[in-house]
C-alpha cells in the first residue's frame, strides 16, 4: 500500500464549476501537505500546502486537511480550461528527515 | 535564475550500462531529492538527503547509489540500468529542517530509456 492514495480519474468539470480532488496518507505522524500541478511534459509545481486541521483558501483553492481521518482535498472554484492538468498529492512524513510521499495524481480538465 | 539544473535531459542507454543524472541547484537548499515518474504510479522516491553528507533511501532505492558530497551536488547513479529503470526522473530541492515545511522545488526532469 503506497503511502499516499488518490483517486487517478480523470476528473471531468464544465467551466465555472467546482473540481474536488481527494487524497488520503497512512502514516499518522505526518504533518505537512502539499497540493502540486503537473502539465502533461512538464515538472510539478506547487498550488498549496497546510500544516493544520480545517480549511486553507489561497484564491480560487482550497485545502482541507482532517488529520483524524488521514484526508486531505483540494477544492478549485470557477474551474477554468487553464487548470487542465494531473494534481499531485504530496506528504510529508518527516521522521528522522524529510520524506515527500506522493500520490498517483488525479488527471483534470475542464471542458469549456 | 537557474534552480535546478538536470543532465542530460534526454538519453537512451543500453542495458548494463552504467549511467550517472547530474543534478545541481543554485538556491544553497539544505534537501535534495530524486523521484522517478512512471504512467500510472505518480513520483516514487528513489533516495534524498537532508544535509550535505547524509544520504537516506526512499520507496524504490534498489539499483540506484546517491551521494551528496557538497550542497548544491546531488548525482544519482545507476550502476548497471535494467529496462524497468526507463522513466523520467525528476531532481528537487527543499529549504527545510524537521518535518513539517518545505516546499519542493524541481528540475525539468530527465527522460531515461533503457533497451
Known amino acids: 500500500q503506497k503511502e499516499v492514495e488518490q483517486n487517478s480519474g480523470p476528473l471531468s468539470v464544465p467551466e465555472g464549476a467546482i473540481a474536488s480532488l481527494n487524497c488520503t496518507y497512512s502514516?499518522?505522524?505526518?504533518?505537512?501537505f502539499f497540493w502540486y500541478r503537473q502539465y502533461s511534459g512538464k515538472s510539478p509545481e506547487l498550488i498549496m500546502f497546510i500544516y493544520s486541521n480545517g480549511d486553507k483558501e489561497d484564491g480560487r483553492f482550497t485545502a482541507q486537511l482532517n488529520k483524524a481521518s488521514q484526508y486531505v482535498s483540494l477544492l478549485i472554484r470557477d474551474s477554468q480550461p487553464s487548470d487542465s492538468a494531473t494534481y499531485l498529492c504530496a506528504v510529508n512524513i518527516g521522521g528522522t528527515g524529510n520524506q515527500f510521499y506522493f500520490g498517483t495524481g488525479t488527471s483534470l480538465t475542464v471542458i469549456p | 535564475i537557474a534552480g535546478i539544473t538536470q543532465a542530460p535531459t534526454s538519453q537512451i542507454l543500453a542495458a548494463g550500462r552504467r549511467m550517472t543524472l547530474r543534478c545541481t541547484q543554485d538556491m544553497r537548499h539544505n534537501a535534495m531529492y530524486w523521484y522517478r515518474q512512471d504512467l500510472g504510479l505518480g513520483l516514487r522516491l528513489i533516495h534524498y538527503s537532508n544535509t550535505a553528507g547524509t544520504t537516506g533511501k526512499g520507496e524504490v532505492p534498489d539499483g540506484y547509489s546517491v551521494s551528496r558530497a557538497n550542497t548544491d551536488d546531488f548525482p544519482l547513479t545507476l550502476a548497471s540500468a535494467v529496462p524497468s529503470q526507463t522513466s523520467v526522473y525528476f531532481c528537487?530541492?527543499?529549504?527545510?529542517?524537521?518535518?513539517?515545511?518545505?516546499?519542493?522545488?524541481f528540475g525539468e526532469g530527465s527522460r531515461l530509456t533503457v533497451l
Open positions: 528537487a530541492s527543499s529549504d527545510s529542517w524537521g518535518g513539517d515545511t518545505g516546499e519542493l522545488f
Open positions: 502514516d499518522r505522524g505526518s504533518q505537512s
